[in-house]
């Protein structure tokens, strides 16, 4: 290669000189011939390019090295675009070129060929001048160098991986060649013997260094020997560390081969001091030797790819709790020794991803008799002659003890990075000036700064404290150098400069017992504040319901309390008057509207929508003109509203009011969290109100109540807190004909006035009232002489002291109402003719139904019906005898239809269906029942006439929605075609 490097270098110089007599105008025919075949017979890639980039020239051998079949496909392409793997590295090269004067050697560039195949060369390039001297392109050669640097890659991969191997045994390694000069040690050497790299590196191995007399020398040199002579040395015996300490050791020695011989040995060396001093207590014989052998914690285990172990040595029989190598071998490493077999594939996974081999990895085995055991691992895949894998070899070493004797901040050490960069808490590791060492994910997505804006710069310098926070920051610095500090709460500025509440952390990092840095964390208490302030506006909007204040102050402190957390400019509280039917509002607060007027409740604006639905609104102009449901309150919505939020204030599942906030400017004012935190106040905010109105509501009564309690036109009953009847009026007695001597003392639960399944009623009753404040109710009650009869009964509890101590009872005759009611309702729905719905009320369900349909998703049927000939039977027999058909038509469509189905009369003989969940592929077996109902009909009346009917229908599809006209709009002209066919 270093050749061939040469050869290009002399080329290139060649062309050249060739190319600048070329550009002269002396140039001869000669050199040009000269210059032509130097070109075409370059093996490597030669080209030209203009200023842009773009390719003049290339050698035919060029382009078919970057997968093109001749020049001309590759004269025109850009070098950049079209080749360069990274365009961008195009525009750095050339600057490279610039800065060497305009020629470069040896560069390596990463280019693509044809097919998108990355290719690695390298470049000997220069610019072309003009005559001017000005750069008009630049020329060069590449040569391939792919298939070079895979190899370099792989020799360098696995000289990475016996490094690897050598440096992160959990055994003492040393490593010298075969005179005994040493060439290098592991860490655990030094750790072991005293002795570093620096110190030892280059000398002999057999000057004593670590060899206590010279037998020990004469028997290092003799397993050396043994070594390079290929045989298998593992020894028991006695070497010294850097101090004189002696120390009991196992050696094992293997040979390096290189080019097939011996060149070097690498000796490992297991210290077994503490294992021999309790060997010598125990026994001194051979049989203490073979003892301690078979327990030494060095355990080699190698399995195949299914994880059944193939081969372990005796050391790990007896660290497994087994009695031989038979009784384990065949035994599945996953199963049968790992105590979580899940722990056994993710240590796969992990040796998978390091490309088939582990160091230090530490897992959990289990003995026979399963206990646990913790050890450590360096293992690695090993293949068979064809180069197949063919499973795992592993050393494990026992930590079980030292893993038991690990403090909390040498495991915190070793976890310190995942936890660093796993932890939900935003973590900054600084030095001890204070620089930032390092952050983690969560810091950048809190604050803003990736790691490397972040790294290396001073945690004060202001990047994230407001400049008002800048000497707080120095002055937690300073307590940080006398200890820990924990959850100081202040304010930290973003990387978009905007502000937010953090609470901060800061625990000092020793290493080597020395304080090294401090973890500083953050965490965003955003979300705590804003709950400290809502909690803070509960208690004061309770505090403030519970102290004696007038309505008028309590919504001032209410509007003032929801001002800390939404925008409260437009707000106003509205109550429903439920004797009145109206809602009315006690408090406005408004730019556009000083005084709210009262309003029905069935009023078509968004405040009547909320009592009657119960559900919170949260609208603006384009909600309100594209959705169904809040399209109709578009005139009462206005031009001056932007965006409109109301919520409905609840006790129970009763709905007594609604807050309201608006703005006049701007559509995106509120949003869906808003909603949220006027539905967490406006609890506290129903009972206030409520307690306020029982309050006002109790002064007042305590001023009048003995003559209004016995002059009230309604039966009154007053009861303790357990229901004891306490007193009642004279209404009373004359709806439910008991004196008071009768029935005072008693309990009004006891079945006095209660139908028996009424008392568990009258119960529940008396808690909501005691709970609640007030309830109102329809129900039955009973008579002294047992009749039964209709009430309204309400409750409001009498407050005394502070507390509920009794309920006043009000019970209404409700009667004649109920009967009234009952009439009116039903002159309301049912023509009176038919006792079919008539046309207003039946329109109403049509319209519920196709609403109830497009939620459900489900599709609707409608037809439209016009008896046949009506009007000539009218004429002919009298309007009594086509009364007479009307109600026979009605009455088949009640016997044939669904109870689900809907019939209304439209007026004259016109009828209208509605069948829910039902398609036009009902309609055929729809039109079998009707006839055959209707010549039964016709058979039983045996009348000169007979009764026949046109009908029409259409569908209501979600998918293709039709309005209520439409649809009613389709049936009706579809009907008329049936009519015709009919008289056909």
Request: proline share 3%.
């Amino acid at each position: 290669m270093k050749d061939r490097e040469k050869a290009k270098g002399e080329l290139i110089n060649e062309l050249n000189q060739l190319k600048k007599r070329i550009i002269t105008p002396e140039k001869s025919r000669e050199d040009e011939v000269k210059y032509r075949t130097i070109f075409e017979n370059i093996q490597d890639i030669y080209y030209r390019a203009d200023n842009e980039g773009n390719i003049l020239m290339i050698n035919c051998n060029g382009a078919k090295e970057l997968g093109y079949n001749s020049p001309d496909e590759v004269i025109g392409k850009n070098i950049a675009d079209d080749f360069y793997l990274n365009p961008e590295e195009r525009k750095r090269n050339l600057n490279k070129v610039k800065e060497s004067g305009g020629t470069i050697q040896g560069m390596e560039i990463d280019l693509k060929k044809k097919d998108g195949t990355p290719i690695i060369v390298t470049s000997a390039s220069h610019f072309l001048y003009d005559k001017e001297g000005q750069i008009v392109g630049i020329e060069g050669l590449l040569v391939n160098v792919t298939e070079k640097r895979k190899t370099e890659e792989a020799l360098h991969k696995s000289h990475e991986e016996f490094v690897s191997l050598f440096q992160y045994s959990p055994l003492a390694a040393m490593y010298h060649d075969e005179k005994g000069n040493v060439l290098s040690i592991n860490s655990k050497f030094t750790e072991l013997f005293g002795y570093t790299l620096n110190e030892i590196k280059g000398k002999n191995i057999h000057e004593r260094n670590i060899f206590l007399d010279i037998d020990a020398v004469r028997e290092s040199v003799y397993l050396t020997r043994l070594a390079l002579e290929g045989k298998d040395v593992k020894y028991e015996t006695i070497r010294k560390k850097k101090d004189g300490t002696p120390l009991s050791i196992i050696i094992t020695v293997a040979p390096v081969i290189r080019k097939g011989e011996c060149r070097a040995v690498i000796a490992f060396y297991q210290d077994i001091t503490e294992q021999k001093k309790v060997q010598n207590k125990l026994q001194e014989s051979e049989e203490k030797y073979r003892t301690l052998f078979e327990n030494t914690p060095a355990v080699y285990c190698q399995s195949d790819k299914e994880g059944n172990i193939l081969m372990i040595n005796p050391a790990g029989v007896a660290l497994l709790g087994y009695n031989s190598p038979e009784e384990i071998i065949g035994k599945n490493l996953t199963y049968d020794i790992y105590c979580n077999p899940k722990e056994r594939f993710t240590f796969l996974e992990v040796m998978k991803k390091n490309q088939g081999s582990i160091r230090d990895y530490e897992v959990t085995l289990k003995k026979k008799d399963g206990t646990p055991i913790v050890v450590l691992t360096n293992s690695q895949y090993y293949y068979n002659k064809d180069g197949a894998l063919s499973g795992v070899v592993g050393i494990f070493v026992d930590i079980t003890e030292r893993k038991k004797n690990e403090n909390a901040l040498h495991k915190s050490q070793q976890e310190f990075a995942s936890l660093f960069k796993s932890s939900p808490e935003a973590l900054v590791y600084i030095d001890g000036d204070s620089n930032i060492l390092d952050i983690n994910p969560r810091f950048t997505e809190l604050f803003g700064y990736t790691s490397e804006e972040a790294k290396g710069r001073n945690i004060n310098d202001g990047m994230i404290h407001p400049q008002n926070k800048i000497r707080e920051a120095k002055d937690l610095y300073q307590q940080s150098l006398f200890g820990n500090y924990y959850n100081y709460e202040t304010v930290r500025k973003k990387k978009d400069r905007s502000y937010f509440p953090v609470g901060i952390s800061s625990s000092t990092v020793f290493i080597d017992g020395q304080p090294k840095g401090r973890i500083v964390s953050y965490m965003d208490i955003t979300e705590t504040k804003r709950n400290e302030l809502i909690q803070q506006v509960l208690y004061n909007i309770s505090n403030a319901a519970n102290s004696i204040i007038s309505f008028e102050s309590l919504y001032g402190i209410i509007h003032r309390q929801l001002s800390k957390l939404i925008d409260t400019t437009n707000f106003y509280i509205a109550l429903l008057d439920r004797e009145k039917e109206e809602i009315y509002f006690p408090y406005s607060v408004d730019e556009m509207q000083r005084i709210h007027h009262s309003r029905s409740i069935g009023h078509n604006s968004l405040i009547a929508y909320i009592f009657n639905t119960g559900e919170p609104v949260l609208v603006n102009k384009e909600i309100i003109n594209k959705n169904e449901v809040f399209k109709k309150y578009e005139q009462w919505f206005g031009k001056l509203r932007h965006t409109w939020l109301g919520v409905p204030l609840k006790i129970k599942e009763e709905t007594i009011g609604a807050l309201v906030v608006q703005s006049y400017r701007d559509p995106e004012q509120y949003s869906k969290n808003d909603i949220k935190i006027l539905e967490i106040i406006s609890s506290q905010i129903s009972v206030a109100i409520k307690r306020k109105q029982d309050e006002e509501a109790l002064r007042k009564s305590q001023h009048e109540f003995a003559s209004l309690f016995q002059s009230h036109s309604e039966a009154l009953l007053y009861v303790d807190e357990h229901g004891t009847i306490l007193d009642l009026n004279k209404r009373f007695t004359q709806v439910f004909g008991y004196t008071p001597e009768e029935i005072k003392g008693k309990n009004i639960n006891c079945g006095i006035i209660h139908p028996p399944d009424k008392v568990n009623e009258g119960e529940e009753l008396d808690k909501k009232a005691l709970a609640q404040g007030y309830v109102r109710f329809e129900t039955m009650r009973r008579k002294k002489d047992g009749t039964i009869f209709p009430v309204s009964i309400s409750g409001s509890p009498v407050i005394i002291n502070g507390k509920a101590r009794g309920i006043i009872g009000t019970y209404i005759d409700i009667t004649e109402r109920k009967q009234l009611e009952n009439q009116l309702g039903k002159m309301a729905r049912i023509d009176n003719l038919t006792n079919c719905y008539n046309r207003r009320y039946g329109l109403d369900l049509l319209d519920r139904q196709i609403k109830l349909s497009k939620r459900n998703k489900t599709p609707l049927l409608v037809s439209f019906v016009d008896i046949d000939n009506f009007k000539e039977i009218n004429d002919t027999f009298g309007h009594c005898e086509g009364d007479q058909i009307l109600k026979e038509v009605a009455s088949l469509f009640n016997s044939t239809l669904r109870e689900a189905d809907i019939i209304c009369r439209m007026g004259g003989d016109e009828f209208l269906l509605v069948f829910p969940d039902s398609s036009l592929k009902e309609v055929p077996l729809i039109k079998k029942r009707m006839q055959k109902n209707l010549a039964q009909l016709n058979k039983r009346i045996n009348k000169n006439y007979i009764i026949n009917f046109s009908m029409g229908f259409s569908e209501y599809l979600t998918d293709k929605p039709e309005s209520l006209d439409i649809l009613i709009g389709i049936a009706d002209k579809r009907m008329y075609e049936d009519k015709k066919r009919n008289k056909k």
